[in-house]
């Protein structure tokens, strides 16, 4: 799956609204999600212009997309993910931010 970013949010507010799907990005296609988990954990890396859209004083959002509408075999595809205020705190999607340097 691509990762879009947009500084801000992608449409008027943080929670997710249906005008979310078909606002612009800040920056489109800024990392690739790792198709394979590890010990149900993904990760994306994220390119270097992806730091220009990060907003250290408030909110950015990141959409994922899949890489092809379709895959052709007639089957749905689909990601699934815990919300923020799941029930169980330890399935809540997290952010982890490294970085490095030079």
Not at 32 to 49: H, K, R, T, V
Not at 52 to 59: C, K, M
């Amino acid at each position: 799956m691509q990762v879009h970013i947009r500084h801000g949010f992608f449409s008027t507010k943080a929670a997710l609204q249906q005008t979310d799907f078909q606002a612009s990005s800040s920056q489109s296609g800024v990392g690739i999600f790792d198709p394979q988990s590890m010990d149900n954990w993904y990760s994306a890396e994220l390119d270097s212009q992806a730091g220009a859209f990060i907003n250290l004083a408030g909110d950015s959002q990141f959409r994922l997309q899949f890489e092809l509408a379709s895959d052709g075999n007639g089957t749905a595809d689909y990601a699934k993910f815990f919300s923020g205020n799941a029930a169980e705190v330890t399935k809540r999607p997290q952010l982890i931010i490294e970085y490095y340097i030079p």
